[in-house]
């Protein structure tokens, strides 16, 4: 049963144009989300996470939009790099439980050509 | 400089062997989890700790083993029980008490294959 799903395995932009990653999730119970970045062979390190009391988070060229009627997160980014190249995890968690378990999408590769 | 240490980096293990992965944090951390990566599956929770000395299963615990006799270390073994163990793990940790204290802190992982 997977609660957080990408669907999206890959992805390929332009430099300089939006990427738009998609994140949908099954649990309502969940209310904070977050965005991780993966290059291969490496931890994924932290990129921008949201509550679900708001519908947006903003950090430089990265934005998370939260859809909660619709079970639905993205993240933005624009313009893109072709640094920005890696994969990138959706998870979403719990506050309430204090466990601080994360629960992971499958990823999508995103690919920006120069 | 704070951080989480995993090592070995790659780690090659016979059939039939047991195997342990080293996780050490220096981040004063209270919780600590291990995560397995395969390819177009994500991350997905082996075990976790939110305390010394105490430890729970996550959703694919079987054919693990881990301890927490340390604030700062959470090994994992990798028993002969595991019947795919091939994979790429990786050990977070995180600040309980902190506000909105669900930001994990992701080692460098180990690459296990067995041969």
């Known amino acids: 049963d997977q609660q957080v799903k990408q669907n999206s395995p890959s992805l390929s932009v332009q430099e300089g144009r939006i990427s738009i990653l998609n994140c949908d999730y099954t649990?309502?119970?969940?209310?904070?989300f977050l965005w991780y970045k993966k290059y291969p062979a490496e931890g994924p390190t932290f990129l921008i996470s949201?509550?679900?009391?708001?519908d947006k988070n903003e950090d430089g060229r990265f934005t998370v939009f939260l859809n909660k009627s619709a079970k639905h997160l993205s993240l933005h980014i624009v313009p893109s790099q072709p640094g920005d190249s890696a994969v990138y995890f959706c998870?979403?968690?719990?506050?309430?439980?204090?466990?601080?378990?994360?629960?992971f999408g499958q990823g999508t590769t995103l690919q920006v050509k120069p | 400089d704070g951080g989480i240490t995993q090592s070995p980096k790659y780690l090659f293990r016979k059939e039939g062997q047991n195997v342990t992965l080293s996780c050490e944090q220096n981040?004063?951390?209270?919780?600590m989890y291990w995560y397995r990566q395969d390819p177009g599956q994500g991350l997905r929770l082996i075990y976790y700790s939110q305390i010394v000395n105490d430890f729970q299963k996550g959703d694919i615990a079987e054919g693990y083993s881990v301890s927490r006799e340390k604030k700062e270390s959470f090994p994992l073994t990798v028993t002969s029980a595991q019947k795919n163990p091939t994979a790429f793990y990786l050990c977070?940790?995180?600040?309980?008490?902190?506000?909105?204290?669900?930001?994990?802190?992701f080692g460098q992982g180990t690459r296990l294959t067995v041969v």
């Open positions: 949201i509550s679900s009391i708001k």
């Open positions: 981040l004063n951390h209270d919780a």
């Open positions: 649990n309502s119970m969940f209310d904070y």
């Open positions: 977070a940790s995180l600040d309980l008490l902190a506000p909105q204290s669900t930001e994990a802190f």
């Open positions: 998870a979403a968690s719990r506050v309430g439980s204090n466990t601080g378990k994360l629960i």
